[in-house]
C-alpha cells in the first residue's frame, strides 16, 4: 500500500468518531470567516461533519455563509486557516459582540491551521492539518499522535527535510487557539 494511503487509511480508522458540530472557514485568501469550502478533505478524512455542506456550493466546492446563517448553524468547533487568520482576527475586533454569539467563540474553540491551498494543494500540510484535526476533535482515537512530530514526519516523507519549525515560525503551532479568543 502507498504510504500515503496508508496515513489516509489511518485518519479515517478510528472508532471514536462521534458526531461533532463544526466548520471550517477558509480565510487564505480575501474572505473572512464567511469563506468556506463544501468539501475539505482534512475534515472528510476523519469524518468530521462540515457544516459548510448545509449551505449550497456557489463555484466548486467554496462557499460563502452569510454571517446570519453561521449564526443559525453555530459551529461547535471551528478551524482558521492560519494564511487569513489576520482578516478573522480584524472582524473579531470590530464585531466582538457577534463572534461571542458563536458557541465555538464562547467555549474558545477555535483552532488554527496551517494553510496547504496556496497557488495548489500541499497534501503534506493537508495531511498535518488531518492530524491536528484529529487529536483535537477525537482525543481518544489519537493518544498516539504527537501532531507536530507527525508533521515533520509526513514533511519528511513528502518534501524530504523537516519544515514544521519553519511552518511554525510562519503559521504558529498547528491547532493552537486562536490568540483573539482570550
Known amino acids: 500500500m502507498p504510504w500515503i494511503v496508508r496515513e ?94 458563536l458557541t465555538a467563540f464562547a467555549k474558545r474553540r477555535i483552532f488554527v491551521l496551517h494553510p496547504f491551498n496556496w497557488y495548489t494543494t500541499n497534501i503534506d500540510t493537508a495531511l498535518t492539518n488531518a492530524y491536528a484535526m484529529g487529536k483535537i476533535l477525537y482525543p481518544k482515537g489519537f493518544t498516539d499522535i504527537d501532531p507536530e512530530r507527525k508533521a515533520d514526519e509526513i514533511y519528511t516523507q513528502l518534501v524530504g527535510r523537516p519544515v514544521y519549525e519553519k511552518m511554525k515560525a510562519d503559521y504558529g503551532p498547528i491547532g493552537r487557539v486562536a490568540g483573539f479568543v482570550d
Do not use: C
Open 8 to 101: 489516509v487509511f489511518y485518519l479515517s480508522s478510528h472508532d471514536d468518531f462521534t458526531d461533532k458540530n463544526m466548520f471550517f472557514p477558509v480565510t487564505g485568501k480575501v474572505q473572512g470567516i464567511e469563506s468556506t469550502q463544501y468539501h475539505y478533505p482534512p475534515l472528510e478524512w476523519i469524518h468530521g461533519d462540515n457544516l459548510a455542506r448545509r449551505v449550497e456550493a456557489r463555484s466548486g466546492s467554496h462557499v460563502v455563509v452569510a454571517k446570519e446563517r453561521l449564526l443559525k448553524l453555530d459551529p461547535q468547533t471551528i478551524f482558521i486557516d492560519g494564511g487569513g487568520l489576520s482578516l478573522v482576527a480584524g472582524d473579531v475586533a470590530r464585531k466582538p459582540e457577534y463572534y461571542q454569539a
